[in-house]
């Protein structure tokens, strides 16, 4: 797993201003910002969480339709999935540092995953 993390080029850029945010990349693409951490992890903790979630999901050919977005709690607390496997819950904190409604952001990652992740699947490691 250690390889194909390295072969795909994924890369937790902490931000510069007090390492409030982390900034998930994939072969150089920018994926989500991520500005709050979940339950007892830290933003950095969260990442990684998400980056290995994100190795897993991309060892084979990836389309959009499988990459999915379900309402847990109605406008405050939406689940991404990828391939039917969590990757990541979008909650009111993570709305709140984004300036942005629940609904809002969740759609946003959505549109970011699925515009980045089937293209990047499709591409063989470097």
């Not at 795909?8 to 945010?21: D, E, T």
């Not at 910002?33 to 969260?46: D, F, H, M, P, S």
């Amino acid at each position: 797993m250690r390889k194909l993390l390295c072969l795909l080029g994924i890369v937790l850029a902490v931000g510069a201003f007090a390492q409030n945010f982390v900034d998930i990349t994939i072969g150089g693409k920018f994926i989500m910002r991520l500005r709050a951490g979940y339950g007892n992890l830290t933003v950095q903790e969260r990442a990684r969480v998400v980056e290995e979630r994100l190795v897993e999901a991309l060892g084979e050919r990836l389309r959009e339709d499988q990459i999915t977005l379900k309402e847990v709690r109605k406008d405050a607390q939406y689940e991404i999935y990828v391939r039917g496997r969590l990757l990541i819950t979008v909650t009111q904190a993570d709305a709140d540092a984004a300036k942005m409604r629940v609904k809002q952001l969740a759609e946003h990652w959505l549109k970011q995953l699925r515009r980045t992740l089937p293209e990047l699947s499709a591409q063989p490691p470097q």
